[in-house]
């Protein structure tokens, strides 16, 4: 991991292209009501990095996705909140698919609970073991914060906590750099970013793209269970006409 720190952060001016992103949170069985539209069956998964194979594109992590080992041909796969059921729904998909993700802990939440969504039912989240465990896996992890707060206007003491001490908990968790970070809500101002950036993260995602490329402000796609082929397709398609107005091949 140390010489990918240094892979990862080679080009701190701006990027050549922006990365292909898709954005996951729960792979789950669950029947439970979803008002956020959050949760993709694991045969939905298997069903959406099937039709990534035989494109002949790569899902990898963020991190390998940046530093050029997952190739030209490839996605990044990131995963938000640390839902415990990524160790028991995600990984085996992604291990028979043999593709690698990036998952983004709340690290002040670890063996909790998703409590930020008080009108949704209570998800557990990964505790240290399983950070550990999916570390291990060869999966990536990267902060989604200590508590998933809001960080756009948030006073400078509480960017302290939820992005540099974050970081820190979970550096001690898996023994190894955190690279990337990810902006609960998609929400962010040029303070939360500066924050970001001088906490030493090489990376960090958003949702949205805006008027340009920003290695700390990474615009990715949401993907959810209507997500078939079709939809794929269209964002592909978009993700391409990004790159082409943003002057990036």
Request: charged letters at 20%; a negative charge; hydrophobic letters at 40%.
């Given at each position: 991991m140390g010489n990918a720190r240094g892979r990862v952060a080679q080009d701190p001016v701006g990027l050549r292209r922006a990365p292909n992103a898709w954005m996951y949170h729960s792979v789950s069985r669950s029947s439970a009501p979803d008002p956020h539209g959050l949760r993709v069956h694991p045969d939905r998964l298997d069903q959406q990095l099937r039709l990534l194979r035989r494109a002949g594109i790569r899902g990898a992590s963020m991190r390998e996705v940046l530093s050029g080992e997952a190739g030209r041909r490839s996605v990044a796969l990131t995963f938000d909140d640390g839902y415990a059921d990524f160790v028991t729904e995600a990984m085996p998909v992604l291990a028979r698919h043999r593709m690698t993700a990036t998952v983004f802990v709340v690290a002040g939440k670890l063996?909790?609970?998703?409590?930020?969504?008080?009108?949704?039912?209570?998800?557990?989240?990964?505790?240290?073991?399983?950070?550990?465990?999916?570390?291990?896996?060869?999966?990536?992890?990267?902060?989604?914060?200590?508590?998933?707060?809001?960080?756009?206007?948030?006073?400078?003491?509480?960017?302290?906590?939820?992005?540099?001490?974050?970081?820190?908990?979970?550096?001690?968790?898996?023994?190894?750099?955190?690279?990337?970070?990810?902006?609960?809500?998609?929400?962010?101002?040029?303070?939360?970013?500066?924050?970001?950036?001088?906490s030493g993260y090489s990376y960090a995602c958003a949702v949205e793209g805006r008027s340009g490329l920003d290695r700390h402000r990474l615009p990715r796609y949401y993907i959810g269970q209507r997500d078939g082929m079709a939809r794929l397709l269209a964002k592909h398609v978009r993700h391409r006409a990004r790159n082409r107005s943003w002057g990036h091949r």
């Open positions: 063996g909790g609970t998703n409590a930020w969504d008080r009108d949704a039912p209570q998800v557990p989240l990964v505790d240290a073991e399983h950070v550990r465990t999916i570390a291990v896996a060869g999966h990536e992890i990267g902060s989604h914060s200590a508590s998933h707060a809001h960080l756009a206007g948030a006073p400078a003491e509480v960017l302290q906590r939820e992005v540099t001490e974050s970081r820190s908990l979970l550096e001690g968790v898996t023994g190894s750099p955190v690279l990337g970070f990810c902006f609960p809500y998609g929400e962010e101002d040029e303070a939360a970013l500066e924050a970001v950036r001088s």
